[in-house]
C-alpha cells in the first residue's frame, strides 16, 4: 500500500511538471507561429513582384526556330509524316524571313512527296526554285530540280519536264551532283531522247546513292536502242496489214549492262531492291533470247523477301516449262500459291500448276486445284456482275466506290477487294482510282478539320482556356503557388488556434470555427510548385486515361462480335459448298439475325468514336481554371474570411486568454497577408484579361479558317461533281476488264475440270482396253496351249463341239 501511495504521488508530481511547463512551451509557439507567419508573408510579397518575371521565362523557354526544324525534320524521319507538316507549316508562317524558312520549305515539301501529295510537293519545290537567286534558297535548287524532274513523272506530266530542264541549265557547275544527273537522265528516258539520257546516267560517279538506279536505266537505254524503231515491211505478195514477226533483238549489250547492277552492293533495302529488279530484266532478256537455261539461273538470284518475289516465281515457272522441266515448274508455282497468295497473278499461276499437274497424270491433285480456283473466283464474279448489272450510270460507280474506300457500305454491298486491285491496275486505272482516293482524302480532311474547329472552340471557351498560352499559363501558375502559399500559412495559424482554443466554443467563435475548419480541408492539397501543378495534371489524365481504357476494352468486345459474325456468316457460306444441308427459312433466319446484331454493332462504333471525341475534350480541359481549380479558389476565400474573423474574436478574449494571446502575436501577419493576397488577386485578373484578349484574336483567326473550309468544301463538292462522269465510265470500263479477266479464268478452271474428266474417262478406257486386250490374248494363249494338249493326245476334235 505505502508502494502505491508513492507511486501515486510521483505521478501526480509528473503531471504537474508537465501543466507547468505547457504553458511557457505554447508561449512559445505563439511567437514561433507568428514569426514564422511574418517570414512567409514577406517572401510572398518579395516573390509578387516576379509573376512577370515567370511569363517572360516562360517566353524565353519556347524552342527557337533552329529547334523547330529539327523536331520537324525528326517527325519527318520517324515517319509522322502528318504532324510534321504542321510543325513546318507553323515555322513557314511565323518565321518568313529567317535562314531556316528554306529549310522548313525544303523538308516540308520531302515530307508531301514522302505522302505521295505530289502537287503540293510541287509547289514548294516551284517556290525554291523561283526564288533560286536568294542565298538562303540557293543551297536546294539543284535538289529542288530534282525532285520537279520526279513529280512531273509521278503524275505523268512529260510536257512539265521540257520547263524543269531549261531550269537545269542555269544550275551552277558545284551543285550538279549526282542526284541532279540522275533526275536528268531519267527525264530524258520518259521522254524518249535515250542519247541524252545515257549521257546523263553515264555522268553519275560510282559510290553515289544513285549509282544503282542510274546503271539499272542504262540497261533500260540499252533495251530501247536494241529493239527495232519500225517494225519490218511484209514480204512480197502478202497483203499490207499482214503481221509480220520482227527479228528478235539482240540485247546482249544490255544484259551486261544489267549485269554491272547486279555487281554493285546490296548497302540499302532500296539498292537491294534494284538488284532485284536487274535480275528480273535479265532474266526476261534470257527468256526473249530463248536463253532459257541463263534465264532460270538469272530469276533464280532474286531473295525470297525481295517485292519482286512472286512475280519472279511465275514468270521461273514459264521458263521451267519452256526447258520441259514439269516438276520444277510445279514446285516454283506451289512456292508462289504459299509465298503471296493475295497476288493477281495467283490465279492465272495456279491454272497453270494444276495444267502441269493434269499432263503429268496427277488427275485427283489437278482437279482440286481447278476447283479451288472456281470456288475462289465464281462468287466474285457473281457479285460483280450483279453490280455491274445494277449499275448503268457510270456516276454511280464514282458513288459506290467512294463511299466504299470510306468504308460505309454494308457487307453484301461490298465490292470483291481483288476485283477493285484489278480494276485499280487496268488501263487507265491508277490515275482515275487516285482521284477518288484524293477526293476521299480531301473529304475526311476537311470533316477532321471541321472536328478540330469544333474542338477549338470548345477549349476556347473552356474554363482552362489559359493553356493555349503557354507564357500565361507560367504567370497564372506562380501566382496561384503564391496564393496556395499564403493560404498554407493560415493553414498553420488555424492549427496553433485550434491548440490554444477549448474544445468547447460557444457563441459567434464557435460558429466561426466550424465553418473555418470545414473550409480548410482542401488547403494542405493546394500545389505551391512547379512539380504539384504537374502531379495534380496528371491526376485528372488519369482519370480520363482509366475511362479510355474501359472504352478500349469495349471497342474490343465490339471488334470481337463482328469478327464472330463474319466467322457466322463464313460458316454458313462453307457448309452451303461442303453440302450440309439446311432449310432456306433457316438460313435466312440466320442472316436476319445476323444482319440485325451488325446493325447495332455499328451502332456501338459509332457511340465509342463520339466517347472518344468526348474524352479527347475532357483531357484537353484539364490544367489551371478546371473545376478543381475554382474549387480551390472558393475554399481559399471561405477559409480565410473564416480564419480571419475567428481570430478578430479570439483576440477580444472570446476564446480564452491563451487563444487571445495568440490571436493578437498573428492578427497582424494575416492582416499583411491579406494585403498581399490582394495584389496577387489583381495579378491574375490582369492575366486572365490577357487571355481573354488573346482567346478573341484566336477566335477570329479560327472563325477565318471555318470560313476557308467552308470555301474549300464547296470548291471540292465541285470537283467531285466534275470527276463523276469521267471518273466513273474509267471505274465502269475497268470492272468490264475485271469481270471478262474473271469469266476467262473460272472458263479456264471449267475447261481444266472437263479435261481432267475426259483424261480419267480416256484412261478408264484405256485401262479396259487393255485388260480385254490382256483377257484375249490370255484367252489365246490358253487355248494354243490346250491344241497342244489335245494334239499330243490324238484328239483332233475341235474345240467347243
Not at 510541287?122 to 530534282?146: M, S, T, W
Not at 536487274?278 to 533464280?300: F, I, K, P, V
Request: overall charge negative; hydrophobic content about 40%; charged content about 30%.
Amino acid at each position: 500500500m505505502a508502494f502505491l501511495r508513492r507511486g501515486r504521488c510521483l505521478a501526480f508530481a509528473l503531471a504537474g511538471a508537465s501543466l507547468a511547463l505547457a504553458g511557457p512551451a505554447r508561449a512559445a509557439d505563439a511567437d514561433g507561429d507568428a514569426s514564422r507567419a511574418q517570414t512567409e508573408v514577406s517572401a510572398v510579397d518579395r516573390e509578387s513582384s516576379q509573376v512577370q518575371a515567370a511569363i517572360e521565362k516562360a517566353k524565353g523557354q519556347r524552342y527557337t526556330v533552329e529547334q523547330r526544324v529539327a523536331n520537324g525534320e525528326l517527325l519527318y524521319r520517324s515517319k509522322d509524316y502528318a504532324r510534321a507538316v504542321v510543325v513546318f507549316s507553323e515555322i513557314l508562317e511565323e518565321f518568313p524571313n529567317t535562314p531556316a524558312y528554306p529549310d522548313a520549305l525544303w523538308l516540308r515539301g520531302e515530307t508531301f512527296y514522302a505522302q505521295k501529295e505530289y502537287l503540293s510537293a510541287r509547289r514548294d519545290y516551284r517556290q525554291i526554285v523561283e526564288n533560286n537567286q536568294d542565298p538562303r534558297f540557293n543551297p536546294y535548287f539543284g535538289k529542288a530540280l530534282a525532285r520537279l524532274v520526279d513529280v512531273c513523272l509521278r503524275i505523268n506530266d512529260i510536257k512539265g519536264l521540257d520547263e524543269v530542264f531549261a531550269k537545269i541549265n542555269q544550275v551552277p557547275p558545284a551543285q550538279v551532283d549526282a542526284a541532279l544527273l540522275y533526275a536528268k537522265g531519267k527525264g530524258y528516258y520518259f521522254k524518249q531522247d535515250y542519247g541524252s539520257s545515257l549521257g546523263a546516267l553515264q555522268s553519275v560517279p560510282n559510290g553515289s546513292p544513285y549509282t544503282h538506279q542510274a546503271r539499272y536505266f542504262q540497261g533500260m537505254v540499252a533495251i530501247k536502242q536494241a529493239r527495232p524503231s519500225t517494225p519490218p515491211p511484209p514480204p512480197p505478195g502478202a497483203p499490207a496489214d499482214a503481221n509480220v514477226r520482227a527479228p528478235r533483238a539482240n540485247y546482249k549489250q544490255a544484259v551486261e549492262a544489267f549485269r554491272v547492277v547486279t555487281d554493285l552492293p546490296p548497302d540499302t533495302d532500296e539498292h537491294r531492291h534494284v538488284i532485284d529488279l536487274s535480275w528480273m530484266a535479265m532474266g526476261r532478256l534470257h527468256y526473249e533470247m530463248e536463253n532459257y537455261t541463263q534465264a532460270a539461273e538469272a530469276y533464280s538470284k532474286v531473295g525470297r523477301d525481295s517485292p519482286e518475289f512472286g512475280t519472279m516465281l511465275y514468270e521461273l515457272a514459264w521458263v521451267y516449262v519452256r526447258l520441259g522441266d514439269v516438276q520444277r515448274a510445279e514446285r516454283a508455282l506451289e512456292v508462289l500459291q504459299v509465298a503471296d497468295p493475295s497476288s493477281p497473278i495467283v490465279g492465272d499461276g495456279t491454272l497453270l500448276r494444276a495444267d502441269l499437274l493434269l499432263r503429268a497424270g496427277a488427275f485427283d491433285k489437278s482437279l482440286q486445284l481447278y476447283v479451288g480456283v472456281r470456288e475462289q473466283y465464281e462468287p466474285m464474279r457473281a457479285k460483280l456482275e450483279a453490280f455491274i448489272d445494277g449499275t448503268q450510270d457510270p456516276a454511280v460507280y464514282y458513288d459506290k466506290l467512294s463511299q466504299q474506300q470510306l468504308d460505309l457500305l454494308d457487307q453484301n454491298d461490298q465490292i470483291p477487294p481483288l476485283a477493285i486491285r484489278w480494276a485499280r491496275e487496268a488501263e487507265d486505272g491508277p490515275m482515275a482510282f487516285a482521284v477518288i482516293d484524293d477526293v476521299n482524302q480531301c473529304k475526311t480532311l476537311i470533316r477532321q478539320s471541321y472536328q478540330l474547329v469544333d474542338k477549338l472552340n470548345i477549349i476556347l471557351n473552356a474554363a482552362n482556356r489559359v493553356r493555349a498560352f503557354p507564357e500565361l499559363q507560367a504567370g497564372e501558375e506562380k501566382a496561384l503557388s503564391l496564393l496556395n502559399r499564403l493560404s498554407k500559412m493560415r493553414l498553420a495559424i488555424a492549427k496553433g488556434m485550434d491548440d490554444e482554443e477549448p474544445q468547447d466554443l460557444q457563441g459567434d467563435i464557435g460558429t466561426v470555427r466550424a465553418q473555418r475548419r470545414a473550409a480548410q480541408g482542401i488547403i494542405a492539397g493546394l500545389p505551391t510548385t512547379s512539380g504539384e501543378f504537374a502531379d495534380r495534371d496528371y491526376a485528372g489524365m488519369r482519370q480520363w486515361n482509366t475511362v479510355s481504357q474501359e472504352l478500349s476494352r469495349r471497342s474490343v468486345e465490339v471488334d470481337y462480335l463482328n469478327a464472330t459474325i463474319n466467322g457466322l456468316r463464313r460458316m454458313l457460306k462453307e457448309d452451303a459448298q461442303r453440302g450440309v444441308a439446311r432449310s432456306p427459312a433457316d438460313v435466312q433466319r440466320f442472316n436476319t439475325e445476323l444482319d440485325e446484331n451488325e446493325r447495332l454493332l455499328k451502332q456501338r462504333q459509332a457511340e465509342v468514336v463520339d466517347l472518344r471525341r468526348q474524352i479527347e475534350i475532357g483531357r484537353a480541359q484539364i490544367g489551371i481554371g478546371d473545376a478543381r481549380y475554382q474549387n480551390d479558389a472558393v475554399g481559399r476565400v471561405q477559409f480565410r474570411d473564416a480564419l480571419e474573423r475567428e481570430v478578430q474574436l479570439a483576440s477580444q478574449g472570446s476564446a480564452g486568454p491563451g487563444a487571445q494571446r495568440y490571436a493578437q502575436r498573428v492578427r497582424a501577419s494575416l492582416e499583411q497577408a491579406r494585403t498581399v493576397e490582394d495584389r496577387l488577386v489583381q495579378q491574375f485578373a490582369a492575366l486572365e484579361q490577357q487571355v481573354a484578349a488573346r482567346i478573341g484574336e484566336v477566335q477570329a483567326k479560327v472563325e477565318a479558317e471555318r470560313l476557308k473550309i467552308n470555301g474549300y468544301n464547296m470548291t471540292l463538292g465541285a470537283y467531285d461533281a466534275e470527276a463523276h462522269d469521267l471518273v466513273g465510265q474509267v471505274a465502269k470500263r475497268n470492272f468490264l476488264f475485271v469481270r471478262d479477266k474473271l469469266r476467262g479464268i473460272i472458263l479456264r478452271a471449267d475447261i481444266g475440270i472437263t479435261e481432267q474428266a475426259w483424261e480419267v474417262r480416256e484412261e478408264e478406257l484405256e485401262r479396259v482396253h487393255n485388260l480385254q486386250t490382256e483377257r484375249a490374248r490370255e484367252e489365246q494363249l490358253l487355248d494354243e496351249e490346250l491344241r497342244e494338249v489335245l494334239d499330243d493326245a490324238g484328239e483332233t476334235k475341235p474345240l467347243g463341239k
